[in-house]
């Protein structure tokens, strides 16, 4: 049993910046890539940025320049700095990770809960 849970998320100004949080957590063995992703109200979820265990690094067109994509020093949790934040960034943030589950040593995809990010004019 893996749980992913997102917190930092909240209300901030256009222009200000946030930084998300995705703390793995349960039977992990090992995990490879994390990343984020976003759905707005009435959109589709949409790849916001990765990160390989290798430390690589990715990130959608719209995301280069702003936000910044890391790990903590036990692979275990994965964050997300937001800066010059605009009103069309608010949605829902959701954490996704490529997980070796420890109990069958099977690998499976885990997403969070998703954390709120509102964007004010």
């Known amino acids: 049993q893996v749980q992913l849970v997102e917190s930092g998320g909240g209300l901030v100004q256009a222009g200000g910046s946030l930084r998300l949080s995705c703390a793995a957590s349960?039977?992990?063995?090992?995990?490879?890539?994390m990343s984020w992703y976003r759905q707005a109200p009435g959109k589709q979820r949409e790849w916001v940025a990765g990160?390989?265990?290798?430390?690589?690094?990715n990130y959608a067109d719209s995301m280069k320049g702003r936000f910044t994509i890391s790990r903590g020093d036990d692979k275990n949790t994965v964050y997300l700095q937001m800066n010059s934040l605009k009103p069309e960034d608010t949605a829902v943030y959701y954490c996704?990770?490529?997980?070796?589950?420890?109990?069958?040593?099977?690998?499976?995809?885990?997403w969070g809960q998703g954390t709120q990010v509102t964007v004010s004019s």
């Open positions: 996704n990770a490529d997980v070796v589950v420890a109990t069958t040593l099977r690998l499976s995809d885990y």
């Open positions: 349960g039977s992990i063995f090992s995990i490879s890539a």
């Open positions: 990160i390989s265990s290798g430390g690589s690094t």
